[in-house]
């Protein structure tokens, strides 16, 4: 039975004959029990194109997600899942078979399912931001999720390493210190860097994309402007209608973004407890900055100075 939620038509290609019968691929598309996943994820179906990829994904994140849910858990089901795909290796030694098979019958110097391993690859390792929204958002919207995926992957930042997470100091106490070590030693090998669960300010985003505290910072700026409307944090049911600003905006995903607005409800956008704190919101502003300085917006490059020097006193109490 095909599954009402997904449109199988998005996974016709463009790139073949006009005439070309799709009934066998949305069968297979359309299968969505638990074995019949595992064993078009086995067969390497998945590995088929970008568009397969992300529905394979997707229909397995859906029967882990139901399986995650039964027992106690620590991690959000998608990067759990993300990391339970990392680990089982084996699936990754068994497609490079499949696709040495490939190379070998139909006498392909460049099969494209290679570039599809490399892709999950970079899914599952690199660049999981984009997988973790994907699943995140899905369940809400399939298709925009899809596409906003689909986007991201074919851009050329897809292929480069996200940046480090900053390092965070806390103080706690001996015991806490204690069980933190035990947990560093046993999981360490398995830590996975996922963009949504970086909390300080513009590390961790893509490269030349606004993070999330920079577009509320740049609404805000925008709100000093005659007839320019501000974000209202003191109203949480309008954070939908943000949150989906934002996404199209930036592509971020939509529970992240909400999350980010939810930091601000009690507190200002500009607030900081710490030197570190301080600098780092100097930078943010920075960049902004930057950015539309170099895109010719003086103008406004120069609001965003001005607040910069608002700021700039406090580093020397």
Request: proline share 4%; net charge positive.
């Amino acid at each position: 039975m095909i599954d009402p939620k997904i449109d199988l038509t998005l996974f016709h290609y463009d790139d073949v004959p006009p005439n070309t019968s799709w009934r066998g691929a949305d069968r297979l598309n359309s299968w969505s029990s638990p074995r019949s996943c595992r064993f078009l994820e086995w067969m390497g179906w998945y590995n088929y194109g970008v568009a397969t990829r992300l529905l394979g994904h997707y229909r397995l994140f859906q029967h882990f997600k139901a399986d995650y849910a039964k027992s106690r858990h620590d991690l959000p089901a998608a990067q759990a899942y993300i990391l339970q795909y990392r680990a089982r290796r084996v699936k990754h030694f068994l497609s490079r078979i499949m696709v040495l098979l490939v190379t070998i019958i139909e006498r392909k110097r460049y099969p494209k399912e290679a570039e599809m391993i490399a892709i999950n690859q970079q899914l599952v390792n690199d660049s999981t931001s984009v997988l973790y929204d994907f699943l995140t958002d899905a369940d809400k919207d399939f298709t925009a999720a899809f596409l906003q995926a689909t986007l991201r992957i074919k851009d050329p930042s897809f292929f480069g390493r996200p940046a480090a997470p900053p390092t965070i100091h806390v103080q706690i106490n001996q015991k806490e210190e204690n069980y933190f070590a035990h947990q560093h030693n046993t999981y360490s090998a398995t830590q996975i860097n996922i963009q949504p669960a970086i909390k300080a300010g513009a590390q961790g985003k893509d490269k030349g994309i606004f993070s999330k505290k920079q577009v509320l910072i740049l609404f805000d700026l925008l709100s000093t402007f005659k007839d320019f409307d501000s974000i209202d944090y003191t109203r949480p049911a309008k954070f939908d209608g943000y949150a989906d600003l934002i996404h199209a905006l930036t592509g971020k995903g939509k529970l992240s973004i909400r999350d980010e607005l939810n930091k601000y409800h009690n507190h200002k956008l500009y607030e900081w407890h710490s030197p570190g704190e301080l600098n780092q919101l100097i930078n943010i502003l920075t960049q902004l900055t930057n950015t539309f300085r170099n895109a010719g917006f003086r103008s406004f490059a120069k609001l965003i100075d001005k607040k910069i020097m608002e700021l700039e006193p406090h580093k020397k109490d």
